[in-house]
């Protein structure tokens, strides 16, 4: 069955970064996009991006750019999400979730990862 | 920048109907967009309800459905049950790799 394991959660200090990964299982791992959505607490979902995992390409939302990175090591089926220059405002549950058919389709989704941002 | 429109709340009787929207600042959704709509329990990563304006995710009972009405996606729910209240979410393709979510809907069946 289809899986995404994601890691565990961090805490940060604002300005640094922050590495989330998301292991995917049960399935091939380059044949579907890998997206990552965020929801601070109380707040909606917010799309962040997606990697194709079979070259590598990245599609940012314009919020992001310049601050955050996917990339991901096919030898291990894991995408990765990394945000720099962290703020409070990205206190948040980071999910990955698996894109199938169309790109609004986001069929299996990660466990979350909750990232808080504090000094 | 076009935002994507919710409706930030609404409230529907049990076994009644109810037409959630989702619309753009500027301009008309259309299919071009492949509106899908997702519903998330409190505590719980977003599940698939309708993908590519309306067609139900595998598993999703026949009271969900999508369309477009107008110049809106649409999501109707019949026959609310009081499990369906939470919260549901549009998102739009934008093109060029980029989706965007709306703000969501919380539901309230009372």
């Known amino acids: 069955q289809v899986q995404l394991m994601q890691s565990g959660a961090e805490v940060k200090k604002p300005g640094a970064s922050v590495k989330v990964s998301c292991k995917a299982s049960g399935y091939t791992f380059n044949d579907h996009y890998m997206h990552w959505v965020r929801q601070a607490p109380g707040q909606g979902l917010e799309w962040m991006g997606r990697?194709?995992?079979?070259?590598?390409?990245?599609d940012y939302a314009p919020k992001f750019r310049g601050r955050v990175t996917m990339t991901r090591d096919t030898s291990i089926s894991t995408a990765y999400m990394e945000l720099s220059r962290l703020r409070s405002d990205d206190t948040a549950v980071y999910y990955c979730?698996?894109?199938?058919?169309?790109?609004?389709?986001?069929?299996?989704w990660g466990q979350g990862t909750l990232v808080t941002v504090s000094s | 920048q076009t935002v994507v429109t919710q409706e930030p709340s609404f409230s529907v009787s049990p076994g009644g109907t109810v037409t959630l929207t989702c619309g753009l600042t500027s301009g008309s959704v259309s299919t071009d967009y492949y509106p899908s709509w997702y519903q998330q329990t409190p505590g719980q990563a977003p599940r698939t309800l309708i993908f590519s304006t309306n067609t139900r995710s595998s598993g999703v009972p026949d009271r969900f459905s999508g369309s477009i009405l107008g110049n809106k996606a649409a999501l109707t729910i019949t026959g609310a049950q009081a499990d369906d209240e939470c919260d549901y979410y549009c998102?739009?393709?934008?093109?060029?790799?980029?989706?965007?979510f709306g703000g969501g809907t919380k539901l309230t069946v009372l």
């Open positions: 979730a698996r894109q199938r058919v169309v790109a609004t389709l986001l069929d299996y």
């Open positions: 990697i194709n995992p079979n070259n590598g390409g990245t």
């Open positions: 998102v739009l393709y934008m093109g060029s790799g980029i989706s965007v």
